[in-house]
T-cell receptor
C-alpha cells in the first residue's frame, strides 16, 4: 500500500535554531513529492514540488531535498512566522491514481522567539 | 484570480439533516478534488474530477456522501443524512492540466459540525 509518513509529529525550535523535517514514502511510480504549509484555520498552501532523486528547491529559509525513499524540509534560522503545520504529499503514476495525492499526517512546527 | 472559493465557511447542523458544501475552482483548472481533514485521520482524499467527470471516488466513506460537478466552475459535496462523525474540515482543491504533475491549490475549507 502506498504510504507517506512524516516525522517528527511536532517540533519546537528556538528562533535561529536550524532543523529538518522528514517525509518518507513507500509508493509505486512516484510522480512528484509535494510540500505544503498549513496555518491554523486555512487551507494548505503549496511550497515545493520535487520530481527526481537529488533534486533540491529553496524558498527563503526553506530548502526541500529528495532521495529515492524520503524527502527533507530543511529550515535554516527559523523565525516565529515559520510556525505552521508542514505537510508532504506524494503523487502517483498510472490508472485511476493519476492526479491523486496521498498526504502525510504533518509536522507541527513551533518557533519560539 | 480569487483562488478556490468554498461556501459556507462554517456549518453547524443536527444529526440527520442534509448538508451541501460548495466549491468554485480556479478558472481553467481541469481537476477538482474534495478532501476531509480531521485530527485523527489527517487530510483524506474523498473524490476527484477531471473535466467534470468523477475519476476516483474510492475515498468517499459511504453512500451518505455524494459529489457532483455539473460544470467546470462549480461542484458540490452532499451528506445525507449527516452524522456527528462527519464533523471535520472539508477542503476543495483544483489543479491545472497535468503535464507532468502539478500542484493543487486549496480553498479555505468548510468547517462542519454535526450535533
Amino acid at each position: 500500500e502506498d504510504q507517506v509518513t512524516q516525522s517528527p509529529e511536532a517540533l519546537r525550535l528556538q528562533e535561529g535554531e536550524s532543523s529538518s523535517l522528514n517525509c518518507s514514502y513507500t509508493v509505486s511510480g512516484l510522480r512528484g513529492l509535494f510540500w505544503y504549509r498549513q496555518d491554523p484555520g486555512k487551507g494548505p498552501e503549496f511550497l515545493f514540488t520535487l520530481y527526481s532523486a537529488g533534486e533540491e528547491k529553496e524558498k527563503e529559509r526553506l530548502k526541500a531535498t529528495l532521495t529515492k525513499k524520503e524527502s527533507f524540509l530543511h529550515i535554516t534560522a527559523p523565525k516565529p512566522e515559520d510556525s505552521a503545520t508542514y505537510l508532504c504529499a506524494a503523487g502517483f503514476a498510472g490508472g485511476t491514481s493519476y492526479g491523486k495525492l496521498t498526504f502525510g499526517q504533518g509536522t507541527i512546527l513551533t518557533v519560539h522567539p | 484570480d480569487a483562488g478556490v472559493i468554498q461556501s459556507p465557511r462554517h456549518e453547524v447542523t443536527e444529526m440527520g439533516q442534509e448538508v451541501t458544501l460548495r466549491c468554485k475552482p480556479i478558472s481553467g483548472h481541469d481537476y477538482l478534488f474534495w478532501y476531509r481533514q480531521t485530527m485523527m485521520r489527517g487530510l483524506e482524499l474523498l473524490i476527484y474530477f477531471n473535466n467534470n467527470v468523477p475519476i476516483d471516488d474510492s475515498g468517499m466513506p459511504e453512500d451518505r456522501f455524494s459529489a457532483k460537478m455539473p460544470n467546470a466552475s462549480f461542484s458540490t459535496l452532499k451528506i445525507q443524512p449527516s452524522e456527528p462523525r462527519d464533523s471535520a474540515v472539508y477542503f476543495c482543491a483544483s489543479s491545472p492540466r497535468l503535464a507532468g504533475y502539478n500542484e493543487q491549490f486549496f480553498g479555505p475549507g468548510t468547517r462542519l459540525t454535526v450535533l
